[in-house]
Structure formats: C-alpha cells, structure tokens
C-alpha cells in the first residue's frame, strides 16, 4: 500500500487495442490535478495489438501500470490480479471499452467519504441493445438481489469505487466480481450506489452475449450457497436429506395401506410407490452422507490452498517517485 496515492484505477482488457489510448487520456483527465492516482491495466491475453498499446503508455507516463497474462483468464482474474497490485486506499475498476466515463471517477470517490465502504455504479441510461443486454440484466439484478438481499439496480456495472479493506477479505472465482458487494455485505460492508454515465460504444465489439447470463446464473447460486451455508453445509444436504426421508415414509404408509387395507391394492413387484420408497431411502442416506462430508471438506475450502486464478507473463511498472 503506497500513503502517496489516493486512487487506483483499475482496467481489465481484452482485445481493445482501439480504445485504450482514449480511456487512458479520459482518467488523466479526470483525474489530473484532484487526486494522486495510478492506472493499472490488466491485459487478459489479448490477441489483438493491446499489449503493444499498453506498452507505449507506459513508457510515456509512469503512473502507468501494465499487468500482461500468459492466456485469456476471463474479466474476474483480471480483476483480482488488478485488485491485487493495486497500492491505493481506494480502487476503481472500470471497463477499456469507453462505456464507462471516468468523468464520474471523482463523484464515486467522494460518495465513499461519506462513510462506505463501496459505491456502485448505476447504468441508469444505459447505452446497450434491449433483447441481448438490458433485458437479461435486469432479470439478473432482480434475481440477485432477492436472492443476496442486497437490492441494487446495476450489479453488472464494472465502475464502482472499493476501500482497499473490503477487496481484501474477498477472493474471487468465475464470474464472482459483480457479486463483490453481495460478497461484502456478508461482513458487515456498508453499501450505496449512484447513477452513473453510460455512453454508446464507438470502438471494437462486445466481448460478451446472453451466454454470460448463464454463467451469471450458476454463479448466483455459489454465492448463495456460500452465503447462507458455507460454513454450515449440513444444514442444506441434511434439510433435503430429511425431506427425502419424510416422504420415503409417505410412500411406505402409502404402500401398507395398499396392501393390507385397501381393496384396490397392486401387485408389491408392480408397485411403483414400494420401488419410489426404496429410492428416496437411499436418497436420504446418501444426502445426510454428503452433508457430512461437506462439513469436512468445508475447512479445506480453496481459499486456503492460496493457488492464483491467473498466470502473469510480465508486469510493466516504474519506482514511486518517477511519475510525471
């Protein structure tokens, strides 16, 4: 952690040899002259001539950070490596496509003085096609929301302002950087959002389509789970595991009444009540089995393993003190 430094900007990118030059000039900008800042750019194995660009940048200006991975990790990874060498209190991502406009940097940052610890972006006047972008996302953030308690209008809104603490306690997996602040509230972070400015693409194409709502779904689900059972998985695979074993027990009463009382009772080897009892038994068993080894397997949850989502190729960096 640098005292000297007030923000760290943080810009995952991935094929936006186009725009980086201009995102790059808005945050100077921005920026210039209000905070003492850093900009970090994370290359997530870029084929295009992203790195090329980056390089230029940073021979041009210090204050320039360049992180290169060897392939293509994905948005998260690129997130948490910039999340992970940034030196700032307070961090900013933003996305290297020009939507966001880091002209709202300053507003999100005084928001946080204000006493929280992450301020959300609001694309309120988003700029995106309705069917494959607004739709989907509004679906995802009421569905997160109901299911994290966190309501928020704009989960996937990549310009938010962190404290540096926060970031810290949080590892990140998968498509798990749009449920920071569910992730956060857990602990006890205090969260607001703003509306923010959402502008049209100019340069390059959207790197992502109704696929990633998908992956958005299955990750929705970990969060879940890690939230409310991460510690007590028992409680989920033996409720069901009970569930199961209260209606084995329906089915068998269900099959003695055939059998013993009522007049209209099938054959016990054409049955398919007695045959539905004997598969929801085990059920039961190899449930509350599961939820034991859960318990167990819980304490050795990836997180300690300390293995790192992403490989680095090069980092392009200058001593403090060298910035222009």
């Not at 300053?106 to 069917?131: C, F, H, M, N, Q």
């Not at 009421?142 to 302002?161: E, F, N």
């Not at 109704?210 to 890690?226: G, P, S």
Request: net charge positive; aromatic share 8%; proline share 3%.
């Amino acid at each position: 952690m640098d005292k000297n430094l007030d923000i760290s900007v943080v810009i995952p990118v991935f094929n936006e040899q186009e725009n980086l030059e201009n995102i790059y000039q808005q945050v100077i900008t921005a920026l210039q002259n209000k905070y003492s800042f850093e900009i970090i750019f994370i290359d997530d194995g870029s084929t295009d001539d992203s790195c090329k660009v980056l390089e230029n940048i940073h021979l041009k200006d210090t204050r320039v950070r360049a992180i290169m991975f060897r392939r293509n990790f994905g948005q998260t990874a690129a997130m948490s490596a910039g999340f992970n060498h940034a030196k700032a209190d307070v961090i900013v991502p933003l996305d290297a496509d020009g939507q966001n406009d880091p002209e709202d940097i300053p507003a999100l940052v005084e928001k946080l003085k204000e006493g929280y610890d992450i301020v959300s972006g609001w694309r309120k006047d988003r700029k995106d096609k309705t069917v494959t972008r607004k739709i989907p996302s509004m679906m995802a953030n009421w569905l997160i929301g109901q299911m994290t308690g966190v309501k928020l209008h704009d989960y996937g809104c990549s310009l938010k302002a962190y404290k540096r603490e926060v970031l810290e306690t949080i590892n990140l997996y998968g498509e798990m950087h749009r449920f920071i602040p569910a992730i956060a509230s857990w602990s006890g972070a205090k969260i607001t959002e703003m509306v923010v400015n959402h502008r049209p693409r100019v340069a390059g194409v959207a790197k992502y389509g109704l696929e990633r709502t998908i992956k958005v779904f299955l990750d929705l689900m970990t969060v879940k789970f890690l939230g409310s059972y991460a510690t007590k998985p028992i409680y989920i695979f033996g409720g069901l595991g009970i569930l199961s074993g209260f209606t084995a027990v329906l089915c068998g009463l269900a099959v003695l009444h055939m059998k013993y009382i009522s007049s209209e009772h099938l054959a016990m080897n054409r049955n398919p009540f007695l045959l539905l009892t004997a598969i929801l038994m085990v059920t039961t068993i190899q449930l509350i089995l599961m939820g034991l080894l859960a318990e167990m397997i819980v304490r050795t949850y990836h997180e300690s393993q300390k293995r790192p989502i992403y490989v680095i190729r090069k980092i392009l960096e200058s001593p403090r003190g060298d910035s222009k």
